[in-house]
């Protein structure tokens, strides 16, 4: 007996049949405009028992096996194009090149630090919180194409209490002598990898969601705990649970976010819900506008794009775009910020996606390409 299972995915459509006898799962995916490399998400429950095993592996069209992952919430996730697809049973968990990872940072105040083969992220945590330092929204790490994963290699440098007491024993010398050696590792300068040259501050940084009680911006702080759900080879999930705050009338809405990035993209997925909110609410989520530079601002197809000049001399830019898939009520500039604007309902779950490309990295290096890029996501 032949069963068949239609998946309706952006642009795509996806069609599994099993045969009794045979283990193996085709699945043809057929679009109207094929898109390389699009992600398909397949709830992996059924399959794992039709093919009678606790893992599989995945064959593209040629019969090439092709990277894949089950993720905590029950996906069997690959990147496809047209055509026929095979998920056939296997005795073990594949193991494939790592495209998208991240983890906690305790040693560097408890960042959480995610990045794939194009881009890189960070979310400040608790400890800077303690400190004072206003720090609301996500930071950034640009990224040469065909490097790899470069962030543990940032971060490390930065994080090894060795380095600081050279650091201080040069101070001790010369602070001169101390500055020179901090600028042979710093993430904020460019050593051929990647670096860090964006300011986030007491903004919303690449993208961060906020409510908007009274038409103003409550700038959320950083994160109270955190956790990895997901860590490659294909996608990185984490969830965020922040402290109470006050919101208009409600005197402990606590927010919760989880944010998924997958390999070969440029925008991340945030799911973000509030509980104790007792009534509809705005809620918005954009970039801090640093010059007088052009910006988009598109209600109709749901988007905001930004190219921020960066810190620095020479650095190039970074190209930011925060897309609501479900649409806009309006965008506008407010409180220094280039903002995108929808209705938020108790109970509800905003989704939404926010990233961006570097000028400097090729590929989409102003408005226009990220515009296209957005209209394709």
């Not at 650095?315 to 925060?322: M, Q, R, S, T, W």
Request: charged share 20%; net charge negative; hydrophobic share 35%.
């Amino acid at each position: 007996m032949k069963t068949l299972v239609n998946i309706m995915l952006p642009a795509l459509l996806v069609t599994a049949g099993s045969c009794s006898g045979d283990r193996n799962i085709s699945l043809n995916v057929d679009s109207a405009t094929p898109r390389s490399g699009a992600m398909v998400e397949i709830p992996v429950s059924e399959i794992l028992e039709s093919v009678g095993a606790k893992h599989v592996r995945v064959l593209d069209p040629s019969g090439k096996e092709i990277p894949s992952q089950i993720t905590y919430d029950s996906l069997l996730i690959f990147h496809a194009g047209e055509g026929s697809y095979t998920i056939m049973p296997s005795d073990r968990k594949p193991e494939y090149e790592t495209m998208a990872c991240g983890r906690l940072y305790p040693e560097r105040a408890d960042d959480i630090a995610w990045e794939n083969d194009l881009v890189g992220f960070r979310a400040y945590g608790p400890a800077t919180q303690r400190k004072g330092e206003k720090a609301f929204g996500y930071d950034i790490f640009f990224k040469y194409p065909g490097k790899g994963l470069v962030v543990e290699e940032l971060y490390r440098p930065e994080t090894d209490p060795a380095t600081w007491v050279k650091v201080d024993s040069l101070r001790a010398i010369d602070n001169q002598l101390a500055e020179d050696y901090i600028k042979t590792f710093s993430y904020h300068i460019d050593h051929g990898k990647g670096m860090d040259c964006y300011a986030v501050g007491p903004t919303l940084g690449a993208g961060v969601a906020a409510l908007m009680p009274a038409d103003s911006i409550a700038f959320p702080w950083c994160y109270d705990k955190a956790r990895v759900l997901d860590n490659g080879p294909l996608r990185f999930t984490v969830s965020m649970d922040f402290l109470p705050a006050v919101i208009g009338n409600d005197s402990a809405v606590v927010e919760h976010r989880i944010i998924t990035l997958d390999a070969g993209s440029r925008l991340n997925r945030t799911r973000v819900w509030y509980d104790g909110l007792s009534s509809p609410a705005m809620i918005a989520a954009g970039v801090p506008r640093r010059d007088d530079s052009p910006a988009i601002l598109d209600s109709e197809n749901g988007f905001i794009a930004y190219a921020d000049p960066t810190q620095g001399t020479d650095n190039g830019k970074a190209i930011l775009a925060v897309y609501f898939p479900d649409g806009l009520r309006n965008t506008r500039e407010q409180q220094g910020h280039i903002l995108g604007i929808t209705g938020y309902n108790p109970g509800d779950t905003l989704t939404y996606y926010w990233g961006f490309s570097w000028s400097r990295a090729g590929g989409i290096s102003d408005l226009s390409g990220m515009k296209e890029y957005i209209l394709n996501f």
